[in-house]
């Protein structure tokens, strides 16, 4: 059984920091690109983040470039969104996807995705 899980959102103010951890089963982890993606409310899904499992290279949007920064733990299934000096526009619910494909923002990427977790930043 495929299983993608989310934690570590919550509320915060603007300026904090959280660290997102999307614990994963079921599948070749170590085999699998990690993408991070969010979606606010009205508005589309919207690609974060993406670290590859070949070589640990990481891609950032634009707009989180220099505050966030994903990684991953292969031994432990795990992977990480660390997110520092939030800001209002970041409120969304964040998920972490995995594919094997190198098209990460496409609308047709990722074999399995998790539920998401809620990050709410007031100002």
């Known amino acids: 059984e495929v299983q993608l899980v989310e934690s570590g959102g919550g509320l915060v103010q603007a300026g904090e920091s959280l660290r997102l951890s999307c614990a994963v089963s079921?599948?070749?982890?170590?085999?699998?690109?990690i993408c991070w993606f969010r979606q606010a409310p009205g508005k589309e899904r919207e690609g974060v983040s993406c670290?590859?499992?070949?070589?640990?290279?990481?891609y950032y949007a634009d707009s989180v470039e220099g505050r966030f920064t994903i990684s991953r733990d292969n031994a432990r299934m795990m992977v990480y969104l660390q997110i520092n000096s939030l800001k209002p526009e970041d409120t969304a619910v964040y998920y972490c996807?995995?594919?094997?494909?190198?098209?990460?923002?496409?609308?047709?990427?990722?074999?399995?995705w998790g539920q998401g977790t809620q990050v709410t930043v007031s100002s």
């Open positions: 996807a995995a594919g094997l494909g190198g098209d990460y923002y496409s609308d047709y990427w990722g074999d399995y």
């Open positions: 079921g599948f070749t982890f170590d085999e699998y690109n």
């Open positions: 670290i590859r499992s070949s070589d640990g290279s990481t």
